[in-house]
């Protein structure tokens, strides 16, 4: 049989079998290279009604479209309830049929434990926990009033092609990169800054962003910071402000922020701030 | 943007061979080899949950949960470990369906859908297209879709990267439905391209 005309459920089957002779596959493979409303409708049916492999290809695809957002990473609270339900079932030797859904309380408790707040016991900083990416409870609100609300988060990339979510003040290789993410309340001028434990602070962005999360990006692909070279505690600052952020105020927020920082540093007024801290392990 | 920013540089990310080698771990009862895949694979995953707008946050973090417990389940039964990621998503994809079909039918226990089943034992026989190829693909479809509400839904969503459905029909104005029919709309080109190719290489196989 040669397909000529539109897909059925009948052929795609085949296909996924590897039952459709070469012939039958290079007639659909014609069919199907042009737009075709009819066959895009049964496999938009089709895919409503359960996912295949083909599902999988596209959705691989599709994911790979853009970077992986921080807030999407993993994290070990989650893999322990993973790891839970496993042993769980397989002493019981069946699914679970249904769990309580305790989830928001974990996620706000996994939030809190994994709060990223700069070892500077100078930055008083608060902020309330927040569950998932819609949350709209957190305020994120930091330093003086009136400042914009921010967060900074990150991702570790091993060199090995391992990503992490990251977390403040654990140790990294040397070989890894960070991927940041910068979340504000309203739009602001933003700078990153790389404080080391010894040596100069290194400014290494600086942009107006608009409110929301914003993963920061080079060309409009998204960029990570390489850890070479560099080794023992780093320590990384967004500072915002909904004014203009200009060098010498950039300057001097850094310089107030390295170590030793000084509470209620001048510098520091009007700004808001977040940090992440990182151990760079030795080569 | 006030300065350009100095020592950044685009990702790398983990391959086939990866997943090969994390799976082949995890089968030997190595927590680190399930912890690789949990920690590659997770974003994608919540992708595709946070793509279905009938689903809450919870419902999101459920589906992810139920996937890499079903997955680790059944990894004995992946015949082809190089191709864990594909086969990861297709089984998120069918927690999100099945999620969405309980949901619907309320507090009433529904068949779980049969073809879940089948697709976890089932071995993947489809050729398969490089990932570049694929991904090369889908972004010429994104170009070639006219403008208009569903190529800004697919550029917030799929593109950008930074939005679930919920969000999206709440900033376009527009019933979450809307917003799953256009996305499921425009899988469905991709499906349709992504089966051309994969016919073009099975035709190719013999004669």
Redesign the interface.
């Known amino acids: 049989m040669i397909v000529r005309a539109h897909l059925t459920q009948e052929t795609y089957r085949r296909l996924l079998e590897g039952a459709l002779s070469p012939s039958e596959a290079r007639a659909l493979a014609e069919h199907l290279a042009s737009d075709c409303p009819r066959c895009e409708e049964l496999l938009e049916a089709g895919g409503r009604a359960g996912a295949d492999p083909l599902d999988g290809r596209v959705d691989r695809a599709l994911s790979g479209l853009t970077a992986a957002r921080v807030a999407d990473a993993g994290d070990d609270l989650e893999f322990e309830r993973i790891q839970r339900r496993l042993a769980s079932e397989a002493r019981r030797g069946e699914p679970e049929a249904a769990r309580p859904r305790h989830r928001r309380a974990w996620g706000a408790a996994a939030a809190a434990a994994l709060v990223l707040v700069a070892s500077a016991g100078a930055l008083k900083w608060a902020r309330a926990p927040r569950s998932g990416s819609e949350s709209a409870s957190w305020t994120g609100e930091k330093g003086r009033a009136r400042a914009v609300p921010v967060r900074l988060r990150f991702l570790v990339l091993d060199p090995a092609g391992g990503i992490e979510k990251g977390v403040e003040g654990e140790a990294v290789r040397a070989g890894a990169r960070l991927q940041f993410e910068i979340e504000l309340g309203s739009a602001a001028d933003v700078a990153l800054v790389r404080v080391p434990a010894a040596g100069a602070p290194e400014v290494f962005l600086r942009e107006r962003l608009g409110s929301g999360l914003t993963t920061v990006s080079v060309g409009g692909r998204p960029a990570a910071y390489p850890l070479e070279g560099l080794a023992g505690a780093q320590r990384f600052v967004a500072i915002a402000s909904p004014d203009t952020l200009d060098e010498r105020g950039i300057d001097a927020a850094a310089q107030a922020l390295a170590p030793p920082a000084r509470p209620d540093a001048a510098a520091l007024l009007g700004l808001s701030l977040d940090a992440v801290e990182v151990d760079v392990a030795g080569p | ?15 086939e061979q ?1 997943d090969a080698a994390a799976v082949a771990a995890a089968l030997r009862g190595d ?1 680190v080899g ?3 895949l ?3 694979h ?3 995953v ?3 949950a946070r793509g279905f707008a009938g689903l809450d ?2 419902d ?3 589906v ?2 139920d996937t ?2 079903r997955a ?2 059944s990894l004995a039964k992946l015949e082809q470990p190089a ?1 864990f ?10 927690r999100a ?1 099945s999620r969405l079909a309980r949901r619907r039918a309320g507090d009433q226990l529904v068949e779980e ?4 089943a ?2 976890l034992l ?1 071995p ?3 050729p ?2 490089d ?1 570049e190829v ?2 090369e ?3 010429r479809i ?1 170009a070639e879709l006219p403008e208009g509400a569903e190529k800004e839904t697919v550029r917030l969503f ?5 939005l ?1 459905a ?2 999206i029909a709440a900033r376009l104005g527009v019933g979450k439905s809307a917003i799953t029919m256009r996305l ?2 425009f ?14 290489l ?6």
């Open positions: 943007m006030l300065s350009p920013p100095q020592r950044l540089e685009p990702p790398r990310e983990g391959g990866d927590r399930q912890r690789a949990y920690d590659r997770r974003p994608a919540a992708r595709i946050a919870d999101v973090d459920d992810i949960q890499f417990v680790f389940q191709r990621g594909p086969w990861l998503l297709t089984i998120a994809r069918n369906l859908l049969s073809r879940e089948t697709a089932e993947d026989r489809l398969d297209p990932a694929e991904l693909l889908v972004r994104i799929y593109v950008e990267g930074g679930s919920r969000e499921e709309r899988r469905a080109k991709v499906k349709r391209r992504l089966l051309a190719e994969v016919a073009r099975r035709g190719e196989e013999s004669g």
